[in-house]
Protein backbone atom coordinates (compact mmCIF):
# COMPACT_ATOMS: atom_id res chain seq x y z
CA UNK A 1 0.00 0.00 0.00
CA UNK A 2 1.52 3.33 -1.14
CA UNK A 3 1.64 5.57 1.65
CA UNK A 4 0.70 9.21 2.08
CA UNK A 5 2.93 11.95 3.28
CA UNK A 6 0.30 14.05 4.18
CA UNK A 7 -1.28 13.87 7.65
CA UNK A 8 -4.39 12.33 8.48
CA UNK A 9 -7.59 13.75 7.27
CA UNK A 10 -9.85 14.95 10.10
CA UNK A 11 -13.49 15.76 8.99
CA UNK A 12 -14.81 19.20 9.47
CA UNK A 13 -16.93 19.56 13.34
CA UNK A 14 -20.57 21.15 13.20
CA UNK A 15 -22.57 21.57 16.27
CA UNK A 16 -25.96 22.09 13.42
CA UNK A 17 -27.70 19.16 13.27
CA UNK A 18 -29.29 17.76 10.67
CA UNK A 19 -32.25 15.37 10.00
CA UNK A 20 -30.95 11.66 9.76
CA UNK A 21 -34.05 9.30 8.80
CA UNK A 22 -32.97 6.12 8.40
CA UNK A 23 -35.44 2.92 6.55
CA UNK A 24 -34.32 -0.47 5.41
CA UNK A 25 -34.59 -0.65 1.81
CA UNK A 26 -37.77 -3.27 1.68
CA UNK A 27 -36.55 -6.60 3.03
CA UNK A 28 -33.03 -6.04 2.27
CA UNK A 29 -30.04 -5.41 4.77
CA UNK A 30 -29.59 -1.94 3.13
CA UNK A 31 -30.38 1.54 5.32
CA UNK A 32 -31.25 4.30 3.47
CA UNK A 33 -30.42 7.75 5.29
CA UNK A 34 -32.20 10.13 3.90
CA UNK A 35 -32.41 14.07 5.14
CA UNK A 36 -28.37 14.53 4.95
CA UNK A 37 -26.75 16.82 2.85
CA UNK A 38 -22.85 15.39 2.79
CA UNK A 39 -21.46 18.44 1.52
CA UNK A 40 -21.83 20.04 4.61
CA UNK A 41 -20.13 19.21 7.94
CA UNK A 42 -21.58 16.41 10.08
CA UNK A 43 -22.63 16.66 13.42
CA UNK A 44 -21.08 14.45 16.04
CA UNK A 45 -24.30 13.58 17.27
CA UNK A 46 -25.87 13.14 13.45
CA UNK A 47 -22.77 10.76 12.70
CA UNK A 48 -23.52 8.70 16.00
CA UNK A 49 -26.56 7.70 14.26
CA UNK A 50 -25.17 6.80 10.64
CA UNK A 51 -22.85 5.05 12.62
CA UNK A 52 -24.97 2.99 14.62
CA UNK A 53 -26.79 2.28 11.50
CA UNK A 54 -23.81 1.46 9.49
CA UNK A 55 -23.44 -1.65 11.97
CA UNK A 56 -27.30 -2.46 11.67
CA UNK A 57 -27.26 -2.51 8.25
CA UNK A 58 -23.84 -3.28 6.63
CA UNK A 59 -24.98 -0.94 3.49
CA UNK A 60 -25.99 2.67 3.67
CA UNK A 61 -27.24 4.63 0.67
CA UNK A 62 -27.48 8.14 0.73
CA UNK A 63 -29.34 9.68 -2.58
CA UNK A 64 -29.32 12.70 -4.57
CA UNK A 65 -26.02 13.97 -3.00
CA UNK A 66 -23.22 16.78 -5.12
CA UNK A 67 -20.15 16.08 -3.33
CA UNK A 68 -16.48 17.57 -4.51
CA UNK A 69 -13.68 15.20 -4.08
CA UNK A 70 -12.70 17.14 -0.85
CA UNK A 71 -16.05 16.87 0.56
CA UNK A 72 -16.27 12.88 -0.48
CA UNK A 73 -13.11 12.56 1.54
CA UNK A 74 -14.59 14.62 4.31
CA UNK A 75 -17.45 12.81 4.97
CA UNK A 76 -14.79 9.43 4.49
CA UNK A 77 -12.94 10.61 6.97
CA UNK A 78 -15.66 10.12 9.69
CA UNK A 79 -15.31 5.95 9.53
CA UNK A 80 -11.64 5.79 9.83
CA UNK A 81 -8.27 6.56 8.44
CA UNK A 82 -7.97 6.75 4.86
CA UNK A 83 -6.31 4.43 2.50
CA UNK A 84 -4.36 4.97 -0.31
CA UNK A 85 -4.78 1.99 -3.03
CA UNK A 86 -1.94 0.53 -4.76
CA UNK A 87 -3.05 1.07 -7.89
CA UNK A 88 -1.67 4.33 -8.58
CA UNK A 89 -2.23 4.67 -12.13
CA UNK A 90 -6.13 5.26 -10.72
CA UNK A 91 -5.92 7.56 -8.24
CA UNK A 92 -7.49 11.06 -8.77
CA UNK A 93 -4.38 13.44 -9.84
CA UNK A 94 -6.00 16.10 -7.06
CA UNK A 95 -6.59 14.09 -4.21
CA UNK A 96 -5.01 10.26 -3.43
CA UNK A 97 -7.24 9.05 -1.51
CA UNK A 98 -9.64 9.37 -4.09
CA UNK A 99 -9.70 6.02 -6.51
CA UNK A 100 -11.60 6.97 -9.86
CA UNK A 101 -13.37 4.35 -11.45
CA UNK A 102 -14.24 5.02 -14.62
CA UNK A 103 -13.83 4.40 -18.43
CA UNK A 104 -13.21 7.92 -19.13
CA UNK A 105 -9.75 9.86 -17.70
CA UNK A 106 -10.04 12.72 -16.09
CA UNK A 107 -10.05 14.91 -19.09
CA UNK A 108 -13.35 13.01 -20.08
CA UNK A 109 -11.42 11.15 -22.91
CA UNK A 110 -12.92 7.10 -23.11
CA UNK A 111 -10.25 5.02 -21.96
CA UNK A 112 -9.74 1.22 -22.73
CA UNK A 113 -11.60 0.04 -19.80
CA UNK A 114 -12.55 -3.62 -18.55
CA UNK A 115 -14.09 -3.96 -15.06
CA UNK A 116 -11.98 -5.91 -12.93
CA UNK A 117 -14.80 -5.60 -10.13
CA UNK A 118 -16.89 -8.42 -12.04
CA UNK A 119 -15.99 -11.23 -9.46
CA UNK A 120 -17.51 -11.19 -6.09
CA UNK A 121 -14.94 -9.54 -3.54
CA UNK A 122 -14.40 -7.57 -0.69
CA UNK A 123 -12.24 -4.54 -1.11
CA UNK A 124 -8.50 -4.78 -0.55
CA UNK A 125 -8.96 -8.58 1.25
CA UNK A 126 -5.31 -9.04 -0.53
CA UNK A 127 -3.38 -6.62 2.11
CA UNK A 128 -2.44 -8.07 5.96
CA UNK A 129 -4.88 -5.37 7.22
CA UNK A 130 -8.52 -4.78 4.93
CA UNK A 131 -11.13 -1.95 4.61
CA UNK A 132 -12.85 -1.69 6.76
CA UNK A 133 -15.56 0.20 4.40
CA UNK A 134 -15.42 1.71 1.22
CA UNK A 135 -17.40 4.51 0.22
CA UNK A 136 -18.88 4.79 -3.51
CA UNK A 137 -19.80 8.49 -5.37
CA UNK A 138 -21.60 7.86 -8.16
CA UNK A 139 -20.38 10.97 -10.56
CA UNK A 140 -21.83 9.51 -14.03
CA UNK A 141 -24.15 6.52 -14.03
CA UNK A 142 -24.83 4.42 -17.59
CA UNK A 143 -28.68 4.34 -18.52
CA UNK A 144 -28.62 0.54 -18.92
CA UNK A 145 -26.40 -2.10 -17.07
CA UNK A 146 -23.20 -1.11 -14.77
CA UNK A 147 -25.26 -1.87 -11.26
CA UNK A 148 -23.55 -2.99 -8.24
CA UNK A 149 -24.35 -6.41 -6.43
CA UNK A 150 -23.98 -6.60 -2.77
CA UNK A 151 -23.90 -10.29 -0.69
CA UNK A 152 -24.87 -10.23 2.67
CA UNK A 153 -22.13 -12.68 4.36
CA UNK A 154 -23.44 -12.29 7.97
CA UNK A 155 -26.90 -13.92 6.10
CA UNK A 156 -25.41 -16.46 3.89
CA UNK A 157 -22.73 -17.84 7.12
CA UNK A 158 -26.03 -18.13 9.28
CA UNK A 159 -27.95 -20.08 6.77
CA UNK A 160 -24.66 -23.01 6.45
CA UNK A 161 -25.30 -26.04 8.74
CA UNK A 162 -24.05 -26.60 11.59
CA UNK A 163 -21.74 -29.56 10.65
CA UNK A 164 -20.48 -26.86 7.82
CA UNK A 165 -19.53 -24.43 10.63
CA UNK A 166 -17.82 -26.87 12.34
CA UNK A 167 -15.87 -28.07 9.44
CA UNK A 168 -14.95 -23.78 8.80
CA UNK A 169 -13.84 -23.19 11.79
CA UNK A 170 -10.21 -22.31 12.06
CA UNK A 171 -9.91 -22.83 8.42
CA UNK A 172 -7.94 -20.10 6.45
CA UNK A 173 -7.39 -19.16 3.13
CA UNK A 174 -4.79 -17.32 0.83
CA UNK A 175 -5.50 -14.31 -0.93
CA UNK A 176 -3.21 -13.09 -3.51
CA UNK A 177 -3.54 -9.98 -5.18
CA UNK A 178 -0.85 -10.69 -7.87
CA UNK A 179 -2.90 -14.07 -8.40
CA UNK A 180 -5.92 -11.71 -9.08
CA UNK A 181 -3.86 -9.43 -11.28
CA UNK A 182 -2.93 -12.19 -13.51
CA UNK A 183 -6.11 -14.06 -13.79
CA UNK A 184 -8.09 -10.67 -14.35
CA UNK A 185 -5.70 -8.16 -16.52
CA UNK A 186 -2.76 -10.78 -17.67
CA UNK A 187 -2.11 -7.66 -19.98
CA UNK A 188 -1.68 -4.87 -16.97
CA UNK A 189 1.10 -6.71 -15.15
CA UNK A 190 1.83 -5.06 -11.27
CA UNK A 191 5.12 -3.04 -10.74
CA UNK A 192 8.18 -4.34 -8.82
CA UNK A 193 7.11 -1.51 -5.86
CA UNK A 194 3.34 -2.96 -6.07
CA UNK A 195 4.10 -6.43 -5.38
CA UNK A 196 6.95 -5.69 -2.69
CA UNK A 197 3.39 -3.63 -1.18
CA UNK A 198 1.08 -6.63 -1.52
CA UNK A 199 3.11 -10.07 -0.58
CA UNK A 200 -0.21 -12.83 -0.52
CA UNK A 201 -1.71 -12.76 3.08
CA UNK A 202 -4.18 -15.76 5.01
CA UNK A 203 -7.28 -14.95 6.72
CA UNK A 204 -9.33 -17.00 8.42
CA UNK A 205 -12.54 -18.37 6.04
CA UNK A 206 -14.85 -17.11 8.86
CA UNK A 207 -14.30 -13.68 10.05
CA UNK A 208 -15.77 -12.42 13.30
CA UNK A 209 -16.93 -9.04 13.54
CA UNK A 210 -14.85 -6.90 15.70
CA UNK A 211 -17.69 -4.07 16.73
CA UNK A 212 -20.96 -6.59 16.23
CA UNK A 213 -19.22 -9.59 17.39
CA UNK A 214 -21.15 -11.77 14.74
CA UNK A 215 -19.62 -14.06 12.01
CA UNK A 216 -19.48 -14.02 8.37
CA UNK A 217 -18.25 -15.08 5.37
CA UNK A 218 -14.82 -13.74 4.51
CA UNK A 219 -14.34 -15.03 1.10
CA UNK A 220 -14.02 -13.86 -3.05
CA UNK A 221 -13.49 -14.72 -6.69
CA UNK A 222 -10.00 -14.85 -8.66
CA UNK A 223 -8.19 -13.39 -5.54
CA UNK A 224 -8.09 -16.73 -2.75
CA UNK A 225 -5.22 -18.74 -4.26
CA UNK A 226 -5.45 -21.96 -1.78
CA UNK A 227 -6.91 -23.28 1.13
CA UNK A 228 -4.05 -23.57 4.65
CA UNK A 229 -3.33 -26.97 4.42
CA UNK A 230 -5.84 -28.57 2.57
CA UNK A 231 -5.24 -29.94 -1.03
CA UNK A 232 -5.08 -27.29 -3.83
CA UNK A 233 -8.18 -28.67 -5.44
CA UNK A 234 -10.19 -29.97 -2.81
CA UNK A 235 -9.81 -26.49 -0.92
CA UNK A 236 -10.62 -24.85 -4.27
CA UNK A 237 -14.18 -26.69 -4.44
CA UNK A 238 -14.60 -25.58 -0.69
CA UNK A 239 -14.32 -22.13 -1.79
CA UNK A 240 -16.37 -22.46 -4.83
CA UNK A 241 -19.04 -23.94 -2.95
CA UNK A 242 -19.37 -21.59 -0.44
CA UNK A 243 -19.49 -18.58 -2.66
CA UNK A 244 -22.03 -20.46 -4.78
CA UNK A 245 -24.12 -20.77 -1.90
CA UNK A 246 -23.45 -17.02 -0.67
CA UNK A 247 -24.36 -15.63 -3.87
CA UNK A 248 -27.72 -16.86 -3.85
CA UNK A 249 -30.56 -14.42 -5.14
CA UNK A 250 -32.04 -14.47 -1.47
CA UNK A 251 -28.75 -13.05 0.02
CA UNK A 252 -28.35 -10.22 -2.41
CA UNK A 253 -28.97 -7.00 -2.99
CA UNK A 254 -28.85 -5.36 -6.10
CA UNK A 255 -28.25 -1.34 -6.16
CA UNK A 256 -29.42 0.13 -9.92
CA UNK A 257 -27.42 3.32 -9.58
CA UNK A 258 -28.86 6.73 -9.50
CA UNK A 259 -26.23 9.75 -10.40
CA UNK A 260 -25.93 11.58 -6.98
CA UNK A 261 -25.90 7.88 -5.37
CA UNK A 262 -23.25 7.65 -2.35
CA UNK A 263 -23.60 4.73 -0.72
CA UNK A 264 -20.93 3.01 2.23
CA UNK A 265 -20.53 -0.62 2.60
CA UNK A 266 -18.67 -2.63 5.00
CA UNK A 267 -16.32 -4.85 3.82
CA UNK A 268 -16.25 -7.25 6.92
CA UNK A 269 -19.13 -8.91 6.20
CA UNK A 270 -20.56 -8.34 2.55
CA UNK A 271 -19.25 -9.15 -0.85
CA UNK A 272 -19.78 -7.18 -3.82
CA UNK A 273 -19.64 -6.83 -8.11
CA UNK A 274 -20.54 -5.09 -10.54
CA UNK A 275 -22.60 -6.25 -13.82
CA UNK A 276 -21.56 -4.90 -17.24
CA UNK A 277 -22.89 -1.97 -19.16
CA UNK A 278 -22.19 -0.93 -23.08
CA UNK A 279 -18.50 0.72 -22.56
CA UNK A 280 -18.76 2.20 -25.95
CA UNK A 281 -22.13 3.96 -25.77
CA UNK A 282 -21.86 5.11 -21.65
CA UNK A 283 -19.84 6.71 -19.17
CA UNK A 284 -19.67 4.95 -15.76
CA UNK A 285 -17.43 6.76 -13.24
CA UNK A 286 -17.47 6.22 -9.68
CA UNK A 287 -15.02 7.64 -7.22
CA UNK A 288 -13.70 5.30 -4.09
CA UNK A 289 -12.65 6.15 -0.55
CA UNK A 290 -11.40 3.43 0.90
CA UNK A 291 -11.23 3.23 5.19
CA UNK A 292 -8.12 1.41 7.09
CA UNK A 293 -9.95 -1.70 8.40
CA UNK A 294 -8.74 -4.68 11.17
CA UNK A 295 -7.12 -7.71 11.33
CA UNK A 296 -9.21 -10.43 10.41
CA UNK A 297 -10.09 -12.78 13.34
Known sequence: MRKSNDPPHHPRASKRRQTVRIARISDTFVGEISGVDLSQAIAEMDFAAISDAFLDHSILLFRDQTLSKRELIDFSSHFGELLIHVLSQYLASDVPQVMRLSNTDEKGIHADFRNGAEAWHSDLSFMAVPSL????????????????????????????????????????????????????????????????????????????????????????????????????RKGKKIMDDLLEHATQERFVYRHRWRKGDLIAYDNRCTLHRATEFDNDKYERTLLRTSIKGDVPF
Not at 149 to 171: N, Q, T, V, W
Not at 190 to 219: C, M, N, W, Y
Open 133 to 232: ATILYGEAIPDIGGDTLFCDCYAAYGALSEDMKDRLAGMAAVHSFRRYQRRRFPERPLTEEQKRSTPDVAHPVVRTHPVSGRKSLFIGADVISHVVGIEK
